[in-house]
């Protein structure tokens, strides 16, 4: 049997302040009925002035480590996947983090590939455990999207929202774990989805500001496209790499970007509602923490068992995606389903 990475935790951490679709009315013209209709999105949370992205990571990692029962010292490496880190260049989150934890054993890194992060994080992770040279990793997508939207852009505002997700991966020689991963990318599309500046072709400076030149610009129609074909696409690549079939898949896990777009991907995979995860309504889109926040929701409301086949999916700017098909192995007793409210005080108590 081929070593495999298996989730053995799980965590996720979201800020207390919810801001539903009727607060932005009184930002932007917009509606209540135009976000859900066209998104899905009912509200979404939003970071406090003492909440940044490492705090959000801090939190979801210290629930994964919990839920897996597992010394922080025996810990070999830290990924964090954000678009949002705390500090523009350097350090990373994940350094901060893997010291904020005691992983004193343990690397550390950011990885960028927007909505796609989480995707692109675990394929890594999962390929560093199989290689042999790592055995356990914590994996985590974390983001602030709130620092950089543009509320007095409608088209942008009301589609994201902030939190972070975590797993913890460990080698084993089982059956469960890893079976698949894809990526890709094409950087033909980078312009329809950016931040234009802050970078080393447009630094800072009061022009790029004045010009608002440090927030979102998206293309919506253009990135919608996108979306509903690669999600299909992707998934069926993962799935076809894994050896199984349509059929074999208990629970699809998508990207939470857009309910049009999980929907369509979904009847593309002829794919009935109960076998699609979607919270999209309470969180927005939240890049790169999504998907493991879809997951730890997922089981904590006991839609995951052993034995099950998920499947993981993300798409974002780059234009890039991402998609992995994981065999469940972990049980997961009553007492691990954590409500949303206890995650939220643990998160805020962890706030500078």
């Known amino acids: ?31 209540d009925q135009w976000i859900r209709t066209r998104t899905g999105i009912v509200e979404r949370r939003i970071a406090g002035p003492g909440e940044t992205t490492f705090s959000l990571a801090l939190g979801a990692a210290l629930e994964a480590i919990e839920v897996a029962d597992i010394n922080p010292a025996r810990i070999d490496m830290v990924i964090v996947a954000t678009s ?48 042999g040279n790592h055995r356990t990793i914590l994996l985590i997508g974390a983001e602030t999207m709130s ?13 994201f929202g902030d939190g972070a997700g975590a ?16 990526l890709g990318s094409d950087g033909s599309g980078a312009h329809l989805l ?32 996108f979306a509903v074909n690669v999600m299909s696409r992707a998934a069926r690549e993962a799935i076809a790499r894994a050896g199984l079939s349509l059929e074999d898949i208990d629970l699809f896990i998508p990207h939470q970007a857009n309910i049009r777009i999980i929907q369509s991907a979904a ?12 919270n999209v309504d309470r969180y927005g889109n939240t890049s790169s923490a999504s998907i493991p926040i879809a997951l730890c929701e997922a089981l ?53």
Request: contains cysteine; hydrophobic residues 40%; charged residues 20%.
């Open 84 to 131: 949002t880190p705390d500090y523009g260049a350097f350090p990373s989150v994940a350094s901060l983090v893997q010291h904020a934890i005691g992983a004193t054993n343990a690397g550390a890194f950011d990885l960028n590939a927007a909505c796609s992060g989480f995707a692109y994080g675990f394929a890594v992770a999962g390929d560093m455990i199989a290689s």
């Open 300 to 352: 904590e409301q006991g839609r995951i068992h052993p034995s099950d086949h998920l499947v993981f999916v993300g798409f974002g700017a780059g234009l890039s995606w991402g998609a992995a098909v994981v065999q469940w192995g972990v049980p997961v007793p009553p007492q691990r389903r954590r409500s949303l409210e206890a995650t939220s005080q643990q998160c805020m108590s962890l706030s500078p």
């Open 1 to 31: 049997m081929a070593r495999r990475a298996q989730i053995i935790g799980w965590g996720k951490c979201v800020p207390e302040r919810v801001m539903t679709n009727f607060e932005l009315e009184r930002l932007v013209d917009t509606s």
């Open 267 to 278: 009847r593309s995979l002829d794919l009935p509602p109960e076998k699609v995860f979607v």
């Open 194 to 225: 950016c931040v234009p500046a802050g970078g080393s072709r447009l630094p800072a400076s009061p022009d790029t500001v004045a010009a608002r030149q440090h927030y979102i610009r998206m293309d919506g129609r253009e990135v919608y496209r």
């Open 167 to 182: 797993v913890v991966l460990q080698a084993t020689d089982g059956e469960a774990g890893v079976l698949s991963t894809v």
């Open 147 to 159: 620092r950089i939207i543009d509320w007095t852009d409608r088209s942008t505002c009301v589609l």
